[in-house]
């Protein structure tokens, strides 16, 4: 994903027809390809990027300690921070005693996505998504894809400036079905996301999420009355791996997944396979038990393929094989809907229902081929496959 957009050049059609003659033309050339707001927005719509532009906002998640300093109650990492300082994620202030968000309404990377990429399969598929991320992470993952943000300061990231009104009024524009806080940890910028998802229910526009899990209860419960949809990494299933790969906790995460389901929040998952490292088959079952027995058998889970990027460069891909065994065990322990992801054109890319075992939907990468349901059923035998099968 490239974060750095430009804005808008010139353009000498009126905005109806440049609009569609830029997504129609995306769409034709590229199917699935991300469209940046920058290269869809006219002139009068577009949105001036800057360096280093922070939109300050006090937080909720904090508590005042002695001698100025302050503890942050946001993630469970706990930053304690003396004034002027920041917290791990890079975007939380510590100024004389209280403590600010300083990414509220300057996202740095804006595009529109299929909500396949999220990945989210059981939302409102072949739909758009109008997704947001700011710089910053509570993690550092070393296979991260977006490390270029997620490991970066605000001050140091070319940011829109875009209060929640403009977020949500983009998405209509656009005909997104969906506003989704992706590509670094969303949570990082909660009082955003929250703001964005209020806004959002009013205009029935559903607010996603694709996170890391890693965050406190209060901060989670005040999300969870605005959130529609998490999409969460359950990045492996060691306390080992987490602390040697994301610099985190597996506990937090486990306990964010069974708060969704307390919640009734349609939850995936998504297990990235890194060769060698999280792609043990008996800590593979033992992951798939735990969701069925705490999440249920019907969440589904999507195992995708491991790239070299970042810190890990000199691991190779993960093999076909290791993510089909990796499918069929999942499978094996009772998971009725599980994928395998970023290989584009695999049968497990599909949904199949439980019932009758027909394709209920089909998909190549991010595009949707067909869609067999009727109300939220297998069109042939009638079982109910869970999602979110309608429009806000």
């Not at 694709?210 to 209860?217: F, I, P, R, T």
């Not at 995460?253 to 708060?259: A, F, P, R």
């Amino acid at each position: 994903m490239d974060a750095k957009n430009s804005p808008a050049g010139p353009c000498n059609f009126d905005r109806r027809s440049f609009l569609n003659a830029c997504f129609n033309c995306a769409l034709l050339c590229a199917g699935s390809q991300v469209l940046s707001w920058s290269a869809l927005a006219s002139r009068s719509d577009a949105q001036e990027i800057k360096k280093g532009l922070l939109g300050r906002r006090l937080s909720p998640y904090f508590t005042p300690l002695a001698d100025n300093r302050v503890r942050c109650e946001l993630c469970p990492r706990q930053c304690e921070t003396g004034d002027g300082e920041r917290g791990y994620c890079r975007v939380r202030e510590n100024r004389d005693g209280k403590y600010y968000s300083l990414v509220f309404g300057n996202p740095c990377a804006v595009h529109i996505d299929p909500v396949e990429k999220k990945p989210f399969f059981h939302v409102l598929p072949s739909t758009r998504s109008f997704s947001i991320a700011t710089a910053g992470c509570n993690f550092n993952c070393k296979f991260c894809q977006n490390w270029e943000i997620s490991q970066a300061s605000p001050d140091d990231t070319l940011n829109y400036e875009l209060p929640p009104e403009q977020v949500v009024s983009g998405a209509s524009s656009f005909q997104c079905a969906s506003i989704a806080s992706t590509y670094v940890e969303p949570t990082i910028f909660m009082e955003y996301m929250i703001e964005v998802g209020k806004l959002a229910r009013k205009s029935k526009i559903l607010n996603l999420m694709h996170s890391n899990g890693y965050v406190n209860q209060k901060p989670l419960e005040d999300l969870s009355g605005c959130l529609d949809a998490a999409c969460i990494d359950l990045k492996g299933f060691t306390e080992t791996y987490y602390r040697e790969i994301t610099e985190g906790t597996l506990g937090p995460v486990l306990e964010t997944l069974k708060y969704l389901k307390s919640r009734g929040i349609h939850t995936e998952i998504v297990n990235l396979l890194v060769p060698g490292k999280n792609d043990d088959t008996d800590q593979i079952g033992a992951m798939s038990r735990w969701i069925r027995n705490e999440l249920g058998p019907d969440v589904p889970l999507h195992f995708s393929r491991f790239y070299p990027l970042y810190k890990l460069k000199s691991i190779e891909p993960t093999p076909v094989s290791t993510l089909e065994a990796a499918w069929k065990k999942a499978k094996d322990e009772g998971l009725n809907f599980v994928y395998i992801g970023n290989i584009p054109g695999h049968p497990a890319e599909n949904t199949v229902c439980p019932g009758c075992k027909k394709p209920v939907i089909t998909r190549t990468g991010f595009s949707v081929t067909s869609i067999s349901l009727k109300d939220g059923k297998c069109a042939g035998c009638g079982r109910e496959i869970p999602g979110i099968w309608r429009a806000a």
